[in-house]
């Protein structure tokens, strides 16, 4: 398995910060928002996430008064990322956006920043508001997009929130027809292409399918180069990777089963390089031991991993959650059992048979809200069914109306007609009888006037 290895023996935090101050001098000495972007760039490619995050807002602005489009809409999305919790602000970001010029780019801008809106959704609505919006999205979907953002747009959207009530059949066959869509995707839009990788990873590990999870982790690595050289051909020398790419080998060698342990040792040697020259991975790693737990496990040294998943277990980490919970119980019992710990074994089992329980119970409860959906989405197509058929009722009764009002002038019409051509002939009729008679007067008259010579005579 082929692996795309970056290019370690990066700055030290030492160097990143000795060389950040002396960006921030150089900056105080520039005059236009052009000339203080690239600074701007370097020190936020230096900082660590929380100073991005303060960062961010003050390189959009920057960008705007350089009217750089690039890095305006880079930042959107940087933003949209960082602001996962805030509807208003992603809505915000997404109105900034509509205003640009419309690109590919742009398109694919709004397209991220729809899908961070539609998390946001699945994350922070009630599960009532969750499904509404996933039957209204359902029925809309209906009718394919002709533009291509769109209909992945439409695809995001209910995968997101299929994923968050259910993880029956619909979710597994819109995840899948995304994927297809997702290709389609112009190559500069890889931002939406690694979120995509990343979701379908992460669903794909939870549910045993270790091949097209590692498969999607394998393209969002190679993505994730990608990305690097574009940044470093634009000058951005500092952009790195590193939360993305020890997230995505963590995630591989939770697929350790289907890995060589050559494999797993060239991936842990990966993230744990990544480990001795980034901060916020060192974090990362020391709070969340699945990394360690998946390589001892692959190497099959139990009594290492066992008092780690009893940590990880017992933790408060956003990563312990129904769906690591129960794989990582899957493993302890694996290793309670190799050694004979028969006390780790009885907590194991008796976590995993409840969780187990939960487990079906939630996903009962999913199949049951997946048809409660599909419920809800016929009886909404029933009512639009219905709402057309009165509206082409209407749309004949008026019709009806129209040609029956039409047919009535026309006879009226044709009976006006009717009289002025009965008028006309009697008054031609009317005028022959006085030509008539004007003639005979003008006969008489002349008769008279002979008569009246004759005797003159």
């Known amino acids: 398995m082929a692996i795309a290895i970056p290019a370690f023996g990066r700055l030290k935090p030492e160097q990143r910060a000795h060389i950040a101050d002396s960006l921030r001098r150089e900056l105080s000495k520039v005059t236009t928002p052009a000339d203080s972007l690239p600074i701007l760039y370097d020190i936020y490619d230096l900082s660590s996430r929380d100073e991005q995050k303060k960062m961010a807002w003050q390189i959009l602005h920057t960008g705007q008064r350089a009217d750089d489009l690039p890095a305006i809409m880079d930042m959107l999305r940087q933003l949209g990322n960082f602001n996962i919790k805030s509807d208003t602000t992603i809505k915000r970001l997404i109105s900034i956006n509509a205003a640009l010029p419309e690109n590919e780019v742009q398109k ?11 998390t946001h959704n699945v994350q922070y609505l009630s599960e009532a ?46 995840v899948d027809r ?34 097209r999870s590692l498969e999607a982790d394998r393209q969002l690595l190679k993505n994730v180069s990608n990305l690097e050289k574009r940044y470093s051909e634009g000058g951005r020398k500092y952009r790195n990777f590193d939360m993305v790419r020890y997230t995505a080998y963590r995630r591989m060698l939770c697929n350790y089963k289907a890995l060589t342990l050559k494999e797993v040792d060239s991936i842990n040697n990966l993230a744990l390089a990544l480990v001795r020259i980034n901060p916020d991975v060192k974090a990362e790693h020391e709070s969340n031991p699945r990394e360690r737990i998946y390589w001892l496990m692959a190497h099959k040294e139990y009594a290492q991993a066992i008092p780690l998943i009893k940590t990880f277990l017992t933790s408060q980490n956003d990563d312990n959650n129904n769906d690591y919970r129960l794989q990582l119980l899957r493993m302890l019992k694996e290793a309670a059992t190799a050694t004979g710990d028969d006390a780790t074994l009885l907590f194991a089992l008796k976590e ?33 069914h219905q709402l057309d058929i009165q509206t082409r009722d209407l749309r004949l009764a008026t019709e009806r109306q129209i040609i029956l009002v039409s047919v009535i002038g026309v006879c009226i019409l ?20 006085l030509e008539e008679q004007l003639e005979e007067f003008n006969v008489d008259g002349k008769s008279l006037r002979d008569i009246h010579k004759d005797k003159l005579h």
């Open 108 to 118: 694919g801008t709004n397209l991220y920043l729809n899908i961070m809106l539609a």
């Open 129 to 174: 508001e969750r499904q509404k919006l996933l039957t209204q999205a359902l029925v809309r979907r209906e009718t394919k997009k002709s533009d291509l953002f769109s209909d992945i747009q439409e695809l995001y959207t209910l995968a997101l929130y299929l994923g968050g009530s259910s993880k029956g059949g619909m979710y597994k066959d819109y």
């Open 178 to 211: 995304l994927n297809k869509e997702i290709e389609r995707l112009p190559a500069q839009n890889l931002s939406v292409r690694n979120l995509f990788y990343t979701s379908s990873a992460t669903y794909y590990a939870k549910n045993f399918e270790y091949e």
């Open 352 to 384: 995993y048979n409840d969780q187990l329980e939960e487990y079906f119970r939630l996903n009962a409860e999913g199949i049951y809200r997946e048809l409660q959906v599909r419920y809800d989405v016929n009886e909404l197509k029933s009512k639009n």
């Open 414 to 433: 044709l009976l006006l007609v009717i009289l002025i051509h009965r008028r006309y002939t009697n008054m031609r009729i009317r005028c022959r009888d």
